[in-house]
């Protein structure tokens, strides 16, 4: 059984951060949250979805991935899936982060979804509904390309993260021609 989890959903953000807290009971109440954040308590679905995408950087705890999970809270009715930033030491299973999703609308409309800064030792990563061949982004004020794999579960949804923290600035999504795609939510979210 899985200890309770809380589900913070920032009002101007795109991240829906779990957080596992193994010191709850099933009764425990949870803290007040802050003014500008509204909270939805949920049972955590940490469990992969689909493949785990490997990035092959090591960190603490392992190397970093990425991986599908469910969601399903009440309060985001076009939201059925987000990404999951998590840890794989070698030969170990995989350990959950941080999950990113969308917060407002179809999680499957065209354009960038979920863009998460970097929290907790986590790059800054998110997903794009669509094509996208190359994602660009201002990082540390330098222009960067975005490592990227299609999920699994679904191919027109394409994880993408940088090798850094910093916010990612100025996203474009291009495809095969070089043609700019729909923008769609490129505001970043931070826990």
Do not use: C
């Amino acid at each position: 059984m899985k200890p309770p989890g809380k589900r913070t959903l920032l009002a101007g953000g795109a991240v829906l951060a779990v957080v596992l807290m193994s010191t709850l009971t099933a009764n425990a109440a949870p803290a007040p949250a802050p003014a500008t954040v509204q909270a939805a308590e949920a049972q955590p679905d940490d469990t992969p979805w689909g493949d785990v995408i490997g990035t092959g950087v090591q960190g603490d705890g392992g190397e970093l991935v990425f991986y599908g999970v469910k969601v399903d809270v009440e309060q985001l009715p076009g939201t059925t899936f987000g990404i999951m930033a998590g840890r794989r030491p070698a030969g170990g299973q995989v350990t959950a982060g941080i999950t990113a999703n969308e917060f407002a609308g179809s999680d499957k409309a065209p354009g960038f979804h979920a863009v998460s800064g970097g929290i907790s030792g986590y790059p800054s990563f998110g997903y794009y509904a669509g094509p996208p061949v190359k994602i660009t982004a201002k990082v540390d004020g330098k222009n960067v390309t975005a490592h990227q794999a299609p999920w699994s579960v679904d191919p027109n949804i394409v994880v993408f993260w940088f090798d850094s923290g910093a916010d990612p600035l100025e996203l474009t999504a291009f495809d095969a021609s070089g043609k700019d795609l729909p923008a769609g939510n490129t505001g970043v979210g931070h826990g």
